[in-house]
């Protein structure tokens, strides 16, 4: 049980919620689905006060009916998820700037990408990315 895990249950069995674990995303999270926005604004309020969470509220509106997930990250977790993520865009963008701008040459822009991933520190990722050894 991870220090997530902990502090959610507690957390829930304090305040009497409904909370799921949720295992297809990225990151491992936890959901709570509030009643009305009354119930979610003091589930929000209640979360933020917490350290070391990261919360996302996810509404869908509609003119029938009104529904909200909120969503409950490790914030270390969720940092390390977002870092990536940036790193992974900018070896794309300099993939798809370098293929574009020289006439599509895609050796030529896989060695502009490998070169901003070596810039930004990414040589794992970039391998991970082209599948090179």
């Known amino acids: 049980m991870t220090a997530l895990d902990k502090k959610i ?3 829930a069995a304090r305040h009497r919620w409904n909370v799921t674990p949720v295992h297809d ?11 009305d926005r009354q119930e979610r604004d ?7 006060r917490c350290k070391g ?3 996302k509220v996810e509404q869908v509106f509609s003119p029938y009916a009104w529904t909200c997930t909120i969503y409950v ?6 940092n390390a998820q977002q870092e990536r993520s940036r790193r992974e865009w900018a070896i794309v963008n300099a993939y798809s700037e370098a293929y574009h701008f020289n006439g599509h040459d895609s050796a030529g822009a ?3 990408a490998q070169h901003k991933a070596a ?10 990315m082209y599948r090179t050894a």
């Not at 003091?42 to 933020?48: G, Y």
């Not at 810039?119 to 991970?128: S, T, V």
Request: glycine share 2%.
């Open 9 to 11: 249950n507690q957390l």
């Open 25 to 35: 995303r990225f990151i491992p999270c936890y959901s709570i689905v509030p009643m």
């Open 42 to 48: 003091r589930i929000k309020a209640t979360l933020d």
């Open 53 to 55: 969470l990261k919360v």
């Open 73 to 78: 990250f490790d914030l270390a977790e969720w």
């Open 110 to 112: 896989k060695l502009a």
């Open 119 to 128: 810039e930004i520190g990414a040589l794992d990722l970039f391998r991970q």
